[in-house]
């Protein structure tokens, strides 16, 4: 056996406005005043000056607004790394994302392909960066995906769905300030707190479990259930509440394997472009057979708060789009095996995807 050694985030700030303290942690890292910060910021902010305002921008820095509308491609990073290149003679200082999973990982990719040659679908798998990234910080502004704390940045290249994971992704920084995600809308507090709770359900009842994640999944699975069987996004306590969840969600997951829902979930996401909270969401509500309990308490939550998710997604689909989409989820062959076990190819067939799939 050989045991994963694991990089976690160097350092982390947590509390209600320490965003405040974003300037204060960074200024060390300036390399010299050509050597800019680059501020990726979600677009859902342009014009917010209760958080815009507080970015600290000095010198050359930059900032580049970017929408979430889509995930993060390969392109995108390889065109932002141009961009980024173009405008300032000296290597950046730092990366510094604040947003969702979407603009997290768009800043771990950017900072990777700042310091490593050629184009971001190169590192697309497993441990293929061969150099540091340069400094990068997470400043996440909805919680749920555990993007803050893991090893991999997640891109749709020109022929798959697939993480760069490297020593080097995790972020040197992260500022949780849950303050941050006041203001977002309910139903994608929804679909990504719940992009959380599929986490824990994958690792706690997948065959990878071990005291490690176990340890991290059942609290991030009872803080899940505090929050969605008997809180709103409302309050503080549950904005403070999910945010941990979330940390340790990936946490947990960072040493055993999501399943189900996520490998089919990549599936609709590759093919119809469904974004991964909603599209776990879609999946996850027909996984019954896979996850009793958990599919249960799920519907429950949904009722609560009121949640209706797409019906028909793959009504029209052909067959070609089927399979298109069921290989992506077979290739992703870890999470199977920790769902299911070893002998995943016996039970887990084309044909019991395609109806599962039909039922979306
Ligand atoms: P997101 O970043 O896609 O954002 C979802 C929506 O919420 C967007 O419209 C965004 O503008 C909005 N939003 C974000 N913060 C807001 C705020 N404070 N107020 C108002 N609106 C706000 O959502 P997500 O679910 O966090 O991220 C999904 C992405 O994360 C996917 O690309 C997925 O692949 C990736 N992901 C990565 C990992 C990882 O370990 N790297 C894990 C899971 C998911
Ligand atoms: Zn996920």
């Given at each position: 056996m050989n045991y994963k050694n694991y990089p976690m985030v160097s350092r982390v700030v947590y509390g209600r406005g320490c965003f405040n303290q974003l300037g204060d942690i960074i200024a060390p890292k300036?390399?010299?005043?050509?050597?800019p910060f680059i501020f990726l910021v979600d677009d859902v902010f342009k014009g917010n000056s209760w958080l815009?305002?507080?970015?600290?921008?000095?010198?050359k820095d930059q900032l580049i607004y970017i929408s979430a509308d889509e995930e993060p491609k390969t392109s995108q990073v390889d065109e932002l790394v141009e961009q980024i290149i173009l405008t300032h003679k000296d290597r950046p200082s730092g990366i510094i994302g604040i947003g969702g999973g979407t603009i997290l990982d768009l800043a771990k990719a950017v900072s990777i392909l700042l310091t490593n040659?050629?184009?971001?679908?190169?590192?697309?798998?497993?441990?293929?960066?061969?150099n540091p990234a340069i400094y990068h910080v997470g400043v996440p502004t909805i919680s749920g995906t555990g993007a803050e704390v893991s090893r991999t940045t997640v891109l749709t290249g020109p022929d798959k769905k697939l993480g760069i994971n490297s020593?080097?992704?995790?972020?040197d920084q992260v500022i949780l300030d849950?303050?941050?995600?006041?203001?977002?809308p309910k139903d994608q507090w929804f679909y990504t707190g719940m992009d959380c709770y599929i986490h824990c359900i994958e690792s706690l009842n997948g065959t990878f479990l071990n005291a490690f994640s176990q340890s991290y999944g059942e609290k991030a699975y009872d803080l899940c259930l505090d929050i969605f069987l008997n809180d709103t996004l409302e309050t503080k306590e549950s904005q403070d509440k999910l945010m941990m969840a979330s940390w340790h969600g990936g946490m947990s997951i960072a040493y055993s394997q999501v399943g189900v829902a996520h490998a089919m979930s990549y599936g609709l996401s590759y093919l119809l472009g469904t974004k991964h909270g909603i599209g776990n969401c879609i999946v996850f509500d027909h996984l019954e057979e896979f996850y009793p309990e958990g599919v249960k308490l799920f519907k429950e939550m949904k009722a609560k708060h009121q949640i209706q998710l797409p019906q028909g997604l793959c009504a029209d689909l052909s067959d070609d789009e089927f399979d298109t989409m069921i290989n992506v989820a077979l290739s992703l062959e870890p999470l199977w095996e920790n769902a299911?076990?070893?002998?995943?190819k016996q039970t887990i067939t084309r044909d019991k995807l395609k109806a599962l799939y039909k039922k979306m």
């Open positions: 300036r390399l010299n005043t050509k050597a815009t305002s507080r970015i600290p921008i000095a010198y040659e050629g184009e971001a679908k190169n590192y697309q798998g497993w441990d293929l960066v061969k020593d080097y992704t995790p972020f849950p303050e941050l995600t006041k203001d977002v299911v076990g070893k002998n995943w």
